[in-house]
């Protein structure tokens, strides 16, 4: 008998950790194919700045470089940063802080606490409306990361796409929804409306990109909206 409650015992905990592993496993999905997108996006940013530098201190340093008795192209100093690296570098930092802030969200919170509109309305503040849905966006962007993982695993057919969304989908069911389930039911009640923004705010390049490109929606709708049907 005593082996038998042992034994459930440690299934339990093993299945514990297997759940956390997956819904770890789906938020860094995510949260990666944001921050790919995000690389890109800081990277068309950084450039578009140095263009508007050059523009604006033209003039002035042409001067400066003469009177220096300079080629004004030595002055140019934001010309010679490696940009693609450094924008490579701020993404990842971003990857990084988000990880960790929207993990702590749930697995530092009650597995068994379940959440409500009225605790919703109770904890209501900027970071209880932009906290659920950046961590929503991730996790449905990780669910369908590992979709089209699936998808390529297997001869390209409509049964492939058919299994890998069947896959993601039973991910986001298993894993995503308990996960956003205990980071909405932990939300801090009765507290200012902006207090915890900061943290919020600094989510919201991860959490509308997985919304915008992590979603399998936006490619048929596109399509459709320009006449073209479904690809």
């Not at 934001?78 to 990842?92: I, N």
Request: aromatic share 6%; with cysteine.
């Amino acid at each position: 008998m005593g082996a038998l409650v042992a034994s459930d015992r440690v299934a339990g905990r093993l299945a514990s950790a297997a759940t956390t592993l997956g819904q770890l496993a789906l938020l860094c999905l995510g949260v990666h194919l944001a921050a790919d997108r995000l690389d890109d996006v800081l990277l068309e940013l950084i450039l578009a700045l140095q263009a508007g530098l050059d523009l604006a201190l033209a003039g002035p340093l042409q001067r400066l470089a003469g009177w220096l008795g300079l080629a004004p192209e030595r002055l140019l100093l934001w010309e010679r940063l490696p940009l693609a690296p450094l924008a490579a570098g701020l993404a990842l930092a971003v990857e990084v802080f988000s990880v960790g802030l929207l993990a702590t969200r749930f697995l530092l919170t009650d597995r068994a606490a379940r959440p409500s509109w009225r605790g919703w309305w109770q904890s209501r503040s900027l970071a209880a409306l932009l906290m659920p849905l950046s961590l929503a966006g991730v996790l449905v962007a990780g669910s369908w990361s590992m979709a089209m993982a699936v998808e390529d695993l297997l001869p390209a057919s409509a049964l492939s796409r058919a299994i890998g969304a069947l896959v993601g989908g039973l991910a986001l069911l298993r894993f995503g929804l308990p996960a956003w389930r205990r980071a909405v039911a932990a939300l801090d009640p009765h507290r200012p409306f902006f207090e915890g923004a900061l943290p919020a705010l600094a989510l919201l390049p991860i959490g509308g990109l997985a919304w915008v490109h992590g979603l399998p929606i936006w490619g048929p709708l596109q399509a459709l909206l320009q006449g073209g049907g479904p690809p």
